[in-house]
Nanobody, 123 residues
Framework: QVQLVESGGGSVQAGGSLRLSCAAS??????IGWFRQAPGKEREGVAG????????RYVDSVKGRFTISQDDAKTTVSLEMNSLIAEDTAMYYC??????????????????WGQGTQVTVSS
């Protein structure tokens, strides 16, 4: 099972930027996703990347503002978040699942999760 550790969360004013990182033990031919969960709301997927070919996926609410990427060694997946808004406030988690696992946004697809990092955007 892949071990995942998130970092980079914090507090920022609306319009600002943050970069989250997900350090992974090893993740060949997998799909790495970033999810978020705000208090009282369901966990939702926001971005994902296929480690093999680098194809990316974004949920509509973050398109054009968030960018997911991985390093050449495929040990770290980053989420660059720009033009942050109050609605982006949540605990952010990275997760790993098989590349052939199906729905990009279904949490059940993923079998490894990090502990989460908090992002707070003040308006």
């Amino acid at each position: 099972q892949v071990q995942l550790v998130e970092s980079g969360g914090g507090s920022v004013q609306a319009g600002g930027s943050l970069r989250l990182s997900c350090a992974a033990s090893e993740y060949s031919y997998m799909y790495i996703g970033w999810f978020r969960q705000a208090p009282g709301k369901e966990r939702e997927g926001v971005a994902g990347i296929y480690s093999g070919g680098g194809a990316t996926r974004y949920v509509d609410s973050v398109k054009g503002r968030f960018t997911i990427s991985q390093d050449d060694a495929k040990t770290t997946v980053s989420l660059e978040m720009n033009s942050l808004i109050a609605e982006d406030t949540a605990m952010y988690y990275c997760a790993a699942g098989l590349a052939s696992g199906g729905n990009c946004w279904d949490p059940d697809r993923f079998n490894s999760w990090g502990q989460g990092t908090q992002v707070t955007v003040s308006s």
